[in-house]
């Protein structure tokens, strides 16, 4: 590896470590084989994390280093993780591609478009799961947006994860929605990034459209005039 990915790759962990940290949990970077449990101990994820309701093992990639790697390793990580309840797999990049948000000028989905759209998902859930998840997530994620804008929440970023844990530490969605978010994120993750995955747990899609119109209808009234822009 690149000095410079090395040194971009230890800076994300820093970061993770703060962050993690912060909300109480037990920090593990580059954990030694005695702190791994049984199922990872062929395995040397980045980080491990713990805290009351998860663990989370974590591998930190750059745009270069994450093609570098055997793409199994992180197949057969996510897969063994994906095994052990309470336990999650999580990717992270260290330097992301540079993402406008909205791209391109483009704005979020309303509530009424989201509405809309998601009938569409479950009608691609029946035949096809995995492209039925992939777009179900993205109308999720337009959920999340506009339940922080709802709050009045100052957020850094727009990416799935850190939307979710923001909303759960601010206690507007509960652990066991945020365990439906995380463990379905996990999953959208493995497909979009081209990893074969177990089949999807049952109820999993159903459950994650009733959590979509439940925080929609958390929502006030769409206003008229935010629409016509």
């Known amino acids: 590896m690149e000095i410079q990915e090395e040194t971009v790759e230890k800076a994300a962990i820093l970061k993770l470590t703060e962050e993690y940290r912060s909300k109480g949990y037990e920090i593990f970077a580059h954990p030694s084989p005695e702190d791994l449990p049984d199922f990872l101990k062929n395995y040397r994820p980045d ?14 990639k750059s745009r270069y280093s994450r093609y570098s790697s055997p793409q199994q390793n992180l197949q057969g990580l996510a897969q063994v993780v994906e095994q052990h309840p309470g336990w999650r797999f999580e990717l ?14 483009e704005r979020s989905l309303y509530r009424s478009e989201i509405q809309a759209k998601l009938p569409g998902a479950r009608q691609l859930a029946a035949h096809h799961p995995e492209s ?24 850094q970023r727009l990416d799935g994860i850190y939307l979710v844990k923001q909303l759960v530490f601010e ?8 365990q439906l978010l995380m463990d379905s994120l996990s999953l959208r993750n493995a497909i979009a990034h081209g ?11 159903d459950d994650l459209m009733a959590l979509a119109e439940q925080l929609l209808n958390t929502l006030g009234e769409e206003n008229p005039a935010e629409k016509s822009r």
Do not use: C
């Not at 990893?195 to 899609?205: E, N, R």
């Open 47 to 60: 980080m491990i994390v713990k805290g009351q309701h998860e663990a989370v093992v974590i591998a930190v």
């Open 92 to 105: 992270v990049m260290a330097n992301p591609p540079n993402i406008a948000y909205p791209p391109n000028g």
């Open 132 to 155: 039925a998840l992939l777009y179900a997530w993205s109308l999720v994620e337009a959920v999340l947006r506009l339940v922080a804008d709802h709050e009045g929440l100052t957020l």
């Open 171 to 178: 206690g507007i969605i509960s652990r066991h929605e945020y």
């Open 195 to 205: 990893f074969k995955t177990s089949a999807m747990p049952q109820g999993l899609m």
